[in-house]
């Protein structure tokens, strides 16, 4: 199993990014908790990778922190929970965020992930409270200190749109969620957290 990635980051494009280590090209799915962290294209990065093994595809997941990857590899033991919603779940909360919902048992902050119902988010709460006992609430550490793909073809607005869809939102819920920020000139990355953290806020 490839268990983590050192080199340069060629092409990051919400959810997936590129990395050239000693020229072999690694194609990775990171949560946006990830990406927020990111350095600029051309700097090097370290992840923490765990690969997944289908039969129609070998998918590598990366994040910035070793606790991350530990968090996925919780959440997809659950029953109901394979990778793709633990990539949303992780992308629209925190570690601390989500250790603080686990804590109040919030369960109707975990249903406003696309993909979770009520029945789903009661179980996270229940299998997740001794899990995370030993997460802690450490400080988000950058991705580029610690731990085919091109350029987006459009503007940062339609990049977070198309970021959003490939976490599980629907087309018009993802543009509604954009459009409902202000975008100005912020980048895509930064798009995607207000939009996120707009959802997982509302009461």
Do not use: W
Not at 12 to 27: A, F, N, S, T
Request: glycine share 10%; with cysteine.
């Amino acid at each position: 199993m490839i268990g983590c990635l050192r080199g340069q980051l060629l092409a990051k494009q919400p959810p997936r990014l590129l990395v050239d280590v000693q020229g072999v090209g690694y194609e990775v799915e990171a949560p946006m908790t990830t990406f927020y962290a990111l350095p600029e294209t051309g700097s090097e990065v370290t992840l923490h990778t765990h690969l997944v093994v289908r039969e129609d595809a070998q998918i590598l997941f990366g994040f910035g922190r070793r606790a991350e990857r530990d968090l996925f590899r919780h959440l997809i033991r659950i029953n109901g929970v394979g990778p793709r919603l633990a990539l949303a779940i992780m992308s629209g909360m925190t570690l601390s965020e989500l250790i603080s919902c686990i804590n109040d048992r919030d369960a109707a902050a975990l249903t406003r992930v696309p993909g979770i119902g009520r029945k789903t988010a009661e179980r996270l709460l229940v299998e997740l409270g001794d899990r995370l006992k030993d997460f802690g609430a450490a400080p988000e550490a950058a991705a580029g200190g610690e731990a085919g793909l091109a350029p987006a073809p459009a503007g940062p607005v339609e990049e977070a749109v198309s970021a959003l869809i490939a976490l599980g939102y629907k087309p018009p819920e993802a543009s509604r969620m954009v459009r409902a920020i202000e975008a100005g000139d912020l980048p895509a990355e930064e798009i995607i957290r207000q939009a996120l953290r707009a959802t997982t806020q509302k009461g």
